[in-house]
Every structure is written in structure tokens, then in C-alpha cells.
């Protein structure tokens, strides 16, 4: 029999105290009405299982939003779903759809997932909520890790996702639940009998994430907390380096009325120089007003050109080693015939 009333719906104290010492540890501060917490709650075990112990942990402070992309005929049914659990917990629910005129071409789920940030900070900071948490967690760190490495991915790409940081809005997302295991929130959902929405792509073997899910399910060895820790380490390893990146930058990087960039590049480990490399080709690209995101598969090949003494381009920018320095400018229109 499905659960009737809010109290039906509350997870257990030690789960709750939990939950609320994570959250705090990120925001800082506790949500109030004034300065509330909102969710983004997709109706699958894990984001019903963070609408229960967020309801329990904060229960006159909080707002939760559902992600329509439009892409799957079930997505309305599963909004309803959410709202319908926060009509019993007596917390305020809105469904979220795309800007007119949005566009999923090119890369479907990486356009989703920038849709999902947007909409929901823009909709937090409208609705006085400084902070929006969403269910990322402990098994989604260690399936990241290896899809991650599979293409390659260097620290940055395999480091565990951020805890929390700035979206749309100036609103902050927080993800509360990095150290709490897909197994438990699932439980958590279960013993509540709480409803699922059921997410067929999960199991989709077309998806990335659904055949590595598959192959740690199947992998012994393949441990979700200890590849997850790995990643930790991984984003503590990348937060070293952007400290590094910091402090070295202003003292090597240097730039004229022209828009000309000069980097002095001697005595730098590899992944500083690369890094301080995109770093002058973006500050080219700012000066020249280019602002389309650019990619950067390329980087490896010119800073290995750089490193040679070469010349090379990259991004509409050129850039070329001379006397000991690498100079970046914007590269010359190529001729049309």
C-alpha cells in the first residue's frame, strides 16, 4: 500500500541527520522560507530518495523542480509522478521545459544536460532558492571515472565531478549525496514505497553509461567505492593544479594593445604548460570577440608543435615558438579560391 501522509514518507533519524550535516557542508548555512533549497527531482530512486530526506532534514524550506526535455513521451507522466509526492509532503513543484526555439543537435545528452543547469538555476534564483541539490552519487562518481578513461580523458576529465559549483543565476549546485551508494538510496526509496519512475535508457545498451553500469554489476573487481575514491583523489590532483595554474599564470603569461599573447613556457611540467597554453588562446580569442565555445582535441598536437619549436593554429589562433617564448595571435583569414 502506497504511502498516505507526509509522515509515511519520512526516512529514517540517522538518515536524515545525514543528510543534513552533507548539505550543510556544502551551502554553509541552513535553508530557510527566506533563503529556501531547491531540488531537481527526476522521479528515479535516487532524486526521490534526496526529495525525502530534504523534505525530512528541511521541511518548510525547500522547492523542487522536474526537467522536461521534451525528448521522451513518458517525461510528462514522470513529472506528474514528482509532483505528486510533493503535493503529500506539502512542498511546492514546478515542471521545467525548454527555452523556445532550444535545439538538441550535435551531442543530444551533453545539450540536455546543459538545458537541465540552465533552466533549473534560472528557476532556483526566481524562486528565492540559493542553492539546488540534485542526486549525483557515490556510483555515478565511479561510472564517470571509467567511461572518462576509456576515451582517454586526462586529471580534469576523470576527476570526481565538484560537490558544488555556480550555474545559471548565480545559483549554486550542490550534490549532497556523492558519498552516499546508489544501493542505499534505493533502499531508502523502496522501504518508503515511494514511486519510481523507471528509466528505460538506464539499461539501454546504445548508452555509454549503461554498458559500463553493466560491466562493474558484472566485474568483481570492479568496486564502485574504491573507483569512486580514486576519482576523489583524481579531483584533489586537478584542484592542485588549478592552484598551480593560479599562481603561475600572471608572472608567465603577458599580453599587448594587439591582442598578441606571449608565454614564457621554460622549466614547466607538461600539464601546466598545456594548461596555460588554452589559456592564451582563449585570452586571443576574448580580444579578437570570439566567443563560441571551441574544441579542444587539438591541444596535445600543438603544444607538442610548440615544444618542437614549431608554428601551428588552433581555434582561429596562431601560435609560434621564438626565443625561448610562445607567441599567440589571431590567425590570418584563410584565402578563399
Known amino acids: 500500500m502506497p504511502p498516505t501522509s507526509a509522515s509515511d514518507l519520512t526516512p529514517p533519524a540517522e538518515q536524515v541527520a545525514r543528510f543534513r550535516r552533507d548539505l550543510l557542508a556544502l551551502t554553509g548555512e541552513a535553508p530557510t522560507p527566506k533563503r529556501r533549497l531547491g531540488l531537481g527531482v527526476s522521479g528515479g530512486p535516487d532524486s526521490m530518495a534526496l526529495l525525502l ?22 517525461a510528462a507522466e514522470e513529472a506528474a509522478l514528482v509532483a505528486g509526492v510533493c503535493a503529500r509532503l ?99 526509496a523502496a522501504c518508503k514505497r515511494v514511486p519510481i519512475a523507471k528509466d528505460r535508457s538506464n539499461r539501454d545498451p546504445r548508452y555509454d553509461r549503461s554498458r559500463i553500469r553493466a560491466l562493474i554489476a558484472a566485474s568483481p573487481d570492479l ?55 588554452r589559456v592564451a588562446v582563449q585570452q586571443v580569442r576574448d580580444a579578437a570577440g570570439e566567443d563560441a565555445r571551441w574544441h579542444e582535441q587539438g591541444l596535445d598536437r600543438l603544444v607538442a608543435t610548440l615544444d618542437a619549436g614549431g608554428t601551428g593554429t588552433i581555434a582561429g589562433v596562431k601560435a609560434s615558438a621564438k626565443y625561448g617564448e610562445w607567441r599567440f595571435s589571431a590567425a590570418p583569414p584563410r584565402r578563399s579560391h
Open 53 to 74: 530526506l530534504a523534505a525530512a532534514a528541511f521541511p518548510d524550506a525547500l522547492c523542487v523542480a522536474t526537467v522536461d526535455h521534451g525528448l521522451r513521451p513518458e
Open 223 to 277: 568496486v564502485p567505492s574504491r573507483l569512486a575514491l580514486s576519482a576523489q583523489n583524481l579531483r584533489h590532483a586537478e584542484e592542485a593544479i588549478e592552484w598551480a595554474l593560479a599562481r603561475e599564470a600572471p608572472a608567465r603569461l603577458r599580453s599587448d594593445d594587439a591582442g598578441t599573447v606571449t608565454l614564457d613556457a621554460a622549466g614547466l611540467p607538461y600539464e601546466l604548460r598545456r594548461r596555460l597554453v
Open 90 to 188: 506539502g512542498v511546492p513543484h514546478a515542471t521545467l521545459a525548454p527555452p523556445p526555439g532550444f535545439s538538441f543537435a550535435g551531442n543530444m545528452q551533453e545539450r540536455a544536460r546543459m538545458l537541465r543547469y540552465t533552466v533549473l538555476g534560472e528557476w532556483a534564483r526566481s524562486s528565492g532558492a540559493p542553492w539546488v541539490a540534485i542526486a549525483h552519487q557515490r556510483d555515478d562518481v565511479a561510472e564517470t571515472l571509467l567511461m572518462r578513461a576509456r576515451r582517454g580523458s586526462g586529471v580534469a576529465g576523470l576527476a570526481a565531478m565538484r560537490r558544488a559549483r555556480a550555474i545559471a543565476g548565480g545559483t549554486l549546485l550542490v550534490r549532497p549525496l556523492l558519498d552516499w551508494s546508489r544501493a542505499e538510496l534505493e533502499g531508502l
